[in-house]
Nanobody, 128 residues
């Protein structure tokens, strides 16, 4: 089992920045990918960024590419999401996720069903 705890959410004005962190504990050695997902009120949860633990390769959704950066620390048990140029459309609950599965198909790393461990979520609110 892997336990995930997010931190760093909050409120910010449009154009501002926030940095989210996700700390993993438990049986983390088998983790293959970690990702960030978000869910706005009335919308489905969407995958926005993912990182492959083995080599640090990343993948982003079109909605955040160029504005958000996912990273992991050297110990590979903490993941971060740097969010810049935030807009009100980024308002959502942000979730950290991890999976111990190998993912080979295009888009698989941003598909929530492929992740089997989830954090509780942290709220991000962007005002105009």
């Amino acid at each position: 089992q892997v336990q995930l705890v997010e931190s760093g959410g909050g409120s910010v004005q449009a154009g501002g920045s926030l940095r989210l962190s996700c700390t993993a504990s438990g049986t983390t050695l088998s983790t293959k990918y970690m990702g960030w997902f978000r869910q706005a009120p009335g919308k489905e949860r969407e995958g926005i960024a993912s990182i492959k633990i083995l080599d640090g390769s990343t993948e982003y959704a079109d909605s955040v590419r160029g504005r958000f950066t996912i990273s992991q620390d050297e110990a590979k048990d903490t993941m971060a999401l740097q969010m810049n140029s935030l807009t009100p459309d980024d308002t959502a609950t942000y979730y950290c996720a991890a999976t111990n599965r190998w993912l080979y198909t295009l888009g698989a790393r941003l598909f929530q069903a492929n992740y089997n461990f989830w954090g509780q979520g942290t709220q991000v609110t962007v005002s105009s």
